[in-house]
């Protein structure tokens, strides 16, 4: 497979606006260098790693002759999206991509800065004109999404009605943005992130072919910070590659230290001390790893890495994914990996909930705590004047512990449980206040309003509160909790009814 020179950048004037045409090889003079993801950049479809469901779709079509009159391209950043683009325009117009020759009939446009309802029209007019010397007029528009809703309006009656010697590839790392007008009149193409062991392999072949030295852990760990994306991680290797002494093999070493990296062992200690929950060296380990000049959104990236590939073996630490994903966007990164980090520890659930829960839109569940003594009032209600007997385990449900104290559902009061809540888990509190609550025989029934606040209440992070909130009202331990996405059904009958008339509704109380 060859993998020639990247592509020739021309200047040419497109609708009073600059744009960007791109032949096929690239004069970077004689004593430039060329960027690696430049230089083994895509030039064939048969070139592109990763995507082959849309690669092998776009060949059948082009050997077909069937050609669409708009593409959207969209998927993450660095995954062949406008190499493929490129591709398509010169497969489309039957023009070699290595060619030297400059056409001008395959126009690029950056919609990050050509974004206004102007700059579409000027482009609609242009497109009406024929192809100079092409077989097709093709229109690449990266970034789409960035165009100004007025534009896409412009846009729209270009596609709707397109001349039929103008082809428009669309571009996009954002498909939720776009309208579903603009999206209706395109054939979708979805990229996916590239698996790391492609980008390694890729990786390995480039090292190669240009005699640089590097084994393949370090390989590995460039793949990974490229998140998916082989520019991304083309563009870590050209940098890597300056890093190391002429002639030395890049090791992991090399790569941590050049890139600003917590080492494998660091991240190891930081990991275990998180499953002790040693406040004190999660802190030292931390301060210790920034010391080194390793940031705050680094070091939470790397562990979200570590703490994803080890989930099978230490699911306790789910909880902190969220929060260290938003480490980077934090306005002081390095506070919010702390709280984060901490705040597992600190608020780590010391209860169990002893159920599996199946996707039904309502769940029963053994909330199983270990027993302590009340620290809140307590309002008994009466216990239901029969007993019932208790129904069958349910199969999703684990057999509460054998040392488990079993539920005194008499002693269950909501405002009771409520006001507990606030008192001492102010995020569960959030959720119920929200709901209602009732003894229905064995069970307490909970109302949770919609599927959001029983989406809340089922997590692995809120039902062992539920349990614990539970126990310190008296209610004790081994109590089925069933959460309803509804709200209460009303007590009074006419009430019912003409709720069920209306579709629904929630008994308020006026007095």
């Known amino acids: 497979m060859k993998y020639p020179g990247a592509s020739h950048i021309y200047k040419s004037t497109t609708a009073g606006r600059q744009a960007t045409v791109y032949n096929s090889t690239q004069h970077e003079g004689n004593n430039m260098s060329v960027a690696l ?89 242009k497109a009406l004109i024929a192809p100079s010397s092409a077989l097709k007029k093709i229109y690449i528009i990266d970034e789409v999404h960035m165009l100004s809703k007025p534009a896409f309006n412009a846009l729209l009656k270009t596609l709707e009605e397109p001349p039929e010697h103008v082809v428009f590839i669309l571009a996009t790392t954002d498909f939720d943005k776009l309208p579903d007008t603009i999206v209706s009149r395109t054939q979708r193409y979805h990229f996916h992130t590239i698996s790391a062991e492609e980008v390694v392999a890729r990786l390995r072949y480039i090292a190669s072919t240009e005699s640089i030295a590097i084994d393949d852990e370090a390989l590995a760990i460039l793949a990974r910070r490229g998140g998916g994306s082989m520019r991304d991680s083309v563009s870590l290797l050209d940098q890597i590659q300056h890093a190391v002494a002429s002639g030395n093999t890049i090791t992991v070493t090399d790569v941590e230290q050049a890139l600003g990296l917590a080492t494998g062992d660091e991240l190891g200690s930081l990991v275990t001390s998180l499953q002790s929950s040693n406040a004190q060296q999660v802190i030292a380990h931390v301060t210790a790893i920034e010391s080194r000049g390793v940031s705050a959104s680094t070091l939470a990236a790397q562990l979200v890495g570590r703490i994803t590939e080890q989930l099978a073996d230490t699911p306790a630490l789910v909880h902190v994914l969220e929060g260290l994903m938003d480490v980077p966007k934090s306005s002081h990164p390095g506070t919010k990996l702390l709280v984060t980090l901490l705040g ?168």
């Not at 790693?49 to 959207?72: C, F, P």
């Not at 520890?345 to 199946?358: F, G, M, N, R, Y």
């Not at 027993?371 to 008994?380: C, D, G, Q």
């Not at 599927?451 to 310190?472: C, V």
């Open 37 to 125: 993801y430049r230089k083994y950049r895509s030039k064939s479809l048969d070139d592109i790693v990763g995507q082959d469901h849309v690669t092998d779709v776009l060949s059948r079509a082009l050997a077909q002759g069937n050609i669409a009159h708009a593409y959207l391209l969209t998927g993450p950043r660095g995954t062949g999206k406008t190499s493929i683009a490129r591709i398509l325009a010169h497969e489309i117009n039957k023009l070699p991509y290595t060619d030297d020759s400059e056409h001008l009939d395959i126009i690029e446009i950056d919609a990050a800065s050509n974004n206004g309802v102007d700059d579409v029209r000027e482009l609609r007019d």
């Open 344 to 511: 597992s520890i600190v608020d780590k659930p010391k209860t169990i909930a002893l159920s599996a829960q199946p996707p039904a839109s309502a769940v029963i569940s053994r909330v199983v705590t270990p027993p302590k003594p009340r620290t809140a009032p307590i309002k008994p209600v009466a216990a239901p004047s029969t007993p019932v007997p208790e129904p069958p385990e349910d199969p999703g449900t684990v057999a509460a512990a054998p040392n488990a104290v079993e539920a005194d559902l008499s002693k269950f009061d909501w405002p009771t449980v409520v006001a507990y809540a606030r008192e001492h888990y102010t995020a569960v509190y959030s959720i119920l206040s929200k709901c209602s609550a009732e003894v229905d025989g064995d069970k307490i029934v909970l109302y949770a309003g919609r599927k959001f606040n029983k989406t809340k209440l089922d997590s692995a992070k809120y039902r062992p509160q539920l349990g614990e909130i539970l126990a310190q009202t008296g209610v004790g331990a081994g109590a089925y909790v069933e959460i309803l996405e509804t709200t209460a059904p009303p007590k009074d009958a006419q009430a019912a009814r003409i709720a069920a008339m209306m579709g629904g509704g929630e008994e308020v109380d006026v007095n």
